[in-house]
């Protein structure tokens, strides 16, 4: 009993003492946000027909949907061109803040709202990697994805060194945009906007910005340390939950696939593989497909294998080194289907889901050889900059009665 004690003892004060995993919230943070930049970015010229007023999917057909489901999009709120170009500008904006971790509690909620705003307006964009972009990018907002791998630690580094040579350090930024997004958040409730949207998206709006508020408060007036151990017991607590939460929904994509792949004859008799890669929606390397399919028994054992790997990694996470070689070989099968497929958008987000899962040990190294290489790259800047070419001396002329005026042979 004193034992059993002792582990619920020490398990209650790892969840409260710490947020746990935060070199894999940052992959996280850095893959989908960075997946979501990318599509963005890719899809400029193509944005009107996807989610502006060009869209096969109308404006009035959205309006219709929208109604019906209650899903939450700002791009509803005016069917102007100025306003989706706003509304589309703002989400590129928040997702390249997001990447570089640039107060990232409040870029998560923007960033969650271009996301919605975007695939709400046209659900039937999308290639199955949207659908797991909406649950992350709920999911991120009660993490603490920037306390690595971002500005906020850069500057949170530095302002506990500037602390600790005595100088008063005063956080401007962050009460200014807090008062300014809390004015456009009144705004919009005043105004009628978020109405019939279903309660999720208001409560995580106005719960962030109260807690944000009352974080910054206690920071500032309390004068003993307790309130301000409390809000960071309270912090860890929601950060492990929706770190939890990712987990559990990658492992509930694996398995729910797998499981239904098991119910499929084609899955079944080894062929499945083959079909897709002979589709013409789904074969920008043709040569390529036909390469990986002209073998029978590679196209089986791969049918075989991608249905074991799915149906059996939510098993293997109490065995490290089982869980690493399967989530090695799923990277791996996303990268293929980038390529042979060409669904780079939905590998992206499949390998930044399965990210949460990588040992601390090697996102360490892979952190610290990514930080040499920005070092080098940096260094060679810098010396290219100050390094300045000698001055040449003056050659002395093969005749010295031709010297010039003031010089000495």
């Known amino acids: 009993m004193n034992r059993f004690a002792l582990s619920v003892s020490a398990a209650i004060a790892r969840i409260t003492e710490s947020a746990l995993g935060p070199y894999q919230a940052a992959v996280v943070r850095i893959g989908f946000s960075a997946t979501w930049l990318l599509f963005l970015l890719r899809e400029l010229p193509h944005r009107q027909e996807l989610y502006g007023p060009d869209s096969p999917w109308s404006w009035d057909l959205a309006q219709q949907l929208i109604a019906n489901n209650h899903a939450f999009t700002a791009l509803m709120w005016s069917d102007g061109q100025t306003w989706f170009e706003i509304v589309y500008a703002l989400a590129v904006l928040t997702g390249a803040l997001l990447l570089l971790g640039w107060r990232t509690r409040t870029m998560s909620v923007l960033f969650m709202l271009g996301v919605l705003s975007l695939q709400n307006r046209s659900v039937f964009m999308g290639d199955g ?112 939950a929706g770190l939890f939460v990712i987990m559990a929904e990658a492992c509930l994509i694996y398995a729910t696939a797998g499981w239904y792949k098991i119910q499929g004859s084609r899955w079944q008799d080894g062929t499945a593989v083959y079909y897709p890669l002979h589709l013409d929606y789904f074969s920008p390397w043709p040569a390529l497909a036909d390469l990986l399919s002209s073998s029978g028994t590679m196209v089986m054992l791969v049918t075989y294998g991608t249905v074991i790997v799915q149906v059996a990694f939510p098993f293997t996470l109490f065995n490290r080194r089982v869980k690493n070689v399967l989530l090695a070989a799923m990277m791996f099968e996303h990268a293929v289907i980038a390529v042979v497929l060409g669904l780079p958008f939905f590998s992206l987000a499949m390998i930044a889901a399965d990210a949460v899962f990588l040992p601390t040990s090697f996102l360490l190294r892979t952190g610290g050889w990514a930080a040499r290489a920005r070092d080098r790259v940096l260094a060679r800047v810098r010396r290219g900059r100050t390094e300045l070419p000698a001055p040449r001396a003056p050659e002395a002329p093969e005749n010295p009665e031709h010297a010039p005026v003031g010089f000495t042979p």
């Open 129 to 240: 990697g949207d659908n797991v972009l909406h649950l992350m990018s709920i999911y991120l907002v009660f993490t603490r994805c920037g306390q690595v791998w971002s500005l906020d630690a850069r500057r949170a580094r530095r302002t506990d060194e500037a602390r600790a040579r005595g100088e008063h350090v005063t956080d401007r930024t962050g009460p200014v945009l807090w008062s300014v997004l809390g004015f456009a958040l009144v705004a919009v409730t005043a105004g009628g906007r978020l109405d019939g949207v279903d309660p999720t998206v208001p409560v995580i709006l106005w719960g962030m910005w109260s807690a944000l508020g009352v974080w910054w408060a206690v920071g500032r007036l309390a004068k003993g340390s307790e309130p301000r151990i409390l809000l960071d017991v309270i912090g860890n607590i929601v950060h492990n």
